[in-house]
């Protein structure tokens, strides 16, 4: 019975970890861990647009942010995420939220991080929180400190009601 | 007892679905990576082949707001034994990074056991980290520090510094002896200068490891391209290591899947002549964003004056995953 409790208790706390990361989950690569600018990395991988800051750029309270990457063909350039996978959609009726997708205009970049991926994703997202529909609240872009040339785009949205 | 933990599950399951719908932003991130590699080692008097876990570590890192443009900063990571379940003494996590800090407009104060700011001032040169051609199998100053206090300002203009201090916590670290009690008994720091494709640093340590230590790293890089190379001098407290040596990288990206690496590291001791060579030839194959199979081949040399050459060869594949 203890050894079951344990096992309880282990299982109780990785999903709670694993919760944590559902709403944390960015473009921060593994290694950056480990690199000299970790601590930026950390700060800037979330960074949340302040309210007082630029009205335009406001996250008001109540609305959760989805910052986050899906995964990208490396081919095709299309994103993967199944929306329509069994038990992947969601419609909270009213709910807000906030989605933010990096894009690169640099000469180089490749087609995945182009602004067409950019959007493709965020509408993956949109579908993916408000199954049923959703509205348009305010979009925006915010420069990349860490490279010229890459921006954030931003979506807020709210699920229809 | 199975109804207990399906129970526990279900519950936990629920738990998931009800924070997933929580407003506001939770700002923890799980974070982690999975690298495994087949191996043949071959160290002149024994051949053999592995299953070798490469560092695999899984961490939580996040940050938290607690005035204006002030954060509460933190990250703890642990290695796993993707392998055999044991990361070292029977232990199935062995704790790598760990650090809580204060972050604001004048850089972060931070604190724990971390890498120093000279390893970390490495920047990822070392095209073989974690494998057979790691870097710190040739060269010193690649230390994961105890008990570090240190400071990294912001970066101006391209440039940013970090300061830490070591205390000794009652060992002799500087071999004189007598036990060390100051803060600043270890000291390392480092200061590096990015634009653009351009990375330039200086860092050292002070009575670190038993080293005292300088290197000079730069990294560029053209198109698919990437250089790095490194410089250092070290030496032990006990005055019977005064080493210096040079390493270079080079790593092309062919396509977007493929990229080509080789590295080559060498470092003499002028105390006794002793000398370390490394050769690292490898490559990666991109499977997804986050997902490589590599293959490697890596030969270190170690050449003590007055005896043979000790030769271990090493060549394998792997594969990691990054989440």
Redesign the interface.
Known sequence: ?T???S???L??I?????????????D????D????????R??D??K?P?SNSNPSKSVS?????LYG?G????ISGMAERPVAAPGSM?H?PG?AFAARQSYSLRP?A?FEESVTIAIQRLHLKMAHYCAEGWKMESQWTEADRRQ?GDYYLHYRFRCAG | ?NK??L???V???L??AS???????????????VNISVVNADNGSTDQWKLNSNAS?L?????T?IA?GL?A?Y?A?FEIAVDDGDTKNGQTFNQR?IMA?I?GNFG?V?AGKH?SPTK??Q??IDLFNDLEGDIKNTFEGENRVSNIVAY?SP?INGF?T?VAMIPGEGADVDGDGNDDTGLTDGISY?V?YSK?NLYI?VAGDQDVDSQDLMRIVAQYKI?GLKLGVMYQQNEDNLGTKDESGYFVSAAYKLD??TTLKAQYGSIEDDADGDKEDSLSLGADY?L???TKLFVFYTDNTDSSVGEADSDATAYGLGMEH??
Not at chain 2, 19 to 33: E, Q
Not at chain 2, 59 to 63: D, E, F, P, R, S
């Open positions: 019975m050894n079951a409790l096992s309880a208790k299982i109780c990785t999903s709670l970890l694993l919760c944590a990361n559902v709403f944390g989950a960015c921060f690569d593994t290694d861990a480990d690199s000299p600018n970790f601590m930026d950390i700060i991988c979330e949340q302040k309270p109540g609305t959760t942010e990457d995964t990208v063909d490396p969601n909270s709910k180089n490749k010229e | 007892m207990v933990l129970s526990a599950a519950a936990s399951t738990g998931m924070y997933g719908f929580a407003d506001g932003p939770i700002d923890s991130t799980i974070y982690g990576k570590r961490g939580v890192k996040g940050k707001e204006d954060y900063v990250k990571e990074n800090g972050r972060t931070w890498d970390l001032a920047n990822k990294t970066k940013a970090t480092s590096s653009d640093a198109d977007s899947k991109k997804a964003k986050g990054k989440f």
